[in-house]
């Protein structure tokens, strides 16, 4: 595989493609809790739309979702390596518009955590995703 415009390489596992190391092993920690039912409906490349204005749309492209059994919450998991004024905007605009999640960022075994202040809630959007 080719590596991407950041230097990451991307990782194949069990037909899975994976945007980069930390990536997959963000992917080997959450399954690990699914496992051990910690969480449950873990999600991957989760489109969230953000705008669709006159056939425009701005979509958030999550990493990671799944819901938190111990804490009873919805978390959208996004892995990074570099951060760029891009996701920046993006991320913004998703913790500004929805609410109803836990944001995690991690970048480079870094996690920071992001609540939400939106309007819009999320909780139904997540409930109906469909299983991968």
């Known amino acids: 595989m080719r590596k991407n415009k950041y230097a990451s390489k991307k990782i ?8 980069s190391k930390a990536e997959f092993n963000d992917f080997l920690y959450l399954r690990n809790l699914l496992k051990k039912r910690e969480i449950k409906d873990l999600y991957r490349q989760v489109k969230i739309i953000l705008s669709d204005v006159k056939n425009y749309k701005c979509t958030y492209i999550a990493d990671f979702v799944f819901f938190d059994i111990k804490k009873n919450a919805w978390f959208i998991w996004d892995t ?13 605009w998703l913790l500004s518009t929805f609410n109803d999640f836990i944001f995690i960022e991690n970048q480079n075994n870094n996690k920071k955590e992001f609540l939400p202040k939106g ?14």
């Open 80 to 92: 990074k390596g570099i951060i760029t004024p891009a996701y920046r905007v993006k991320r913004a």
């Open 119 to 132: 309007e819009k809630s999320l909780k139904s959007f997540f409930e109906n995703l469909e299983k991968v």
């Open 12 to 19: 194949s596992f069990n037909g899975l493609i994976f945007d």
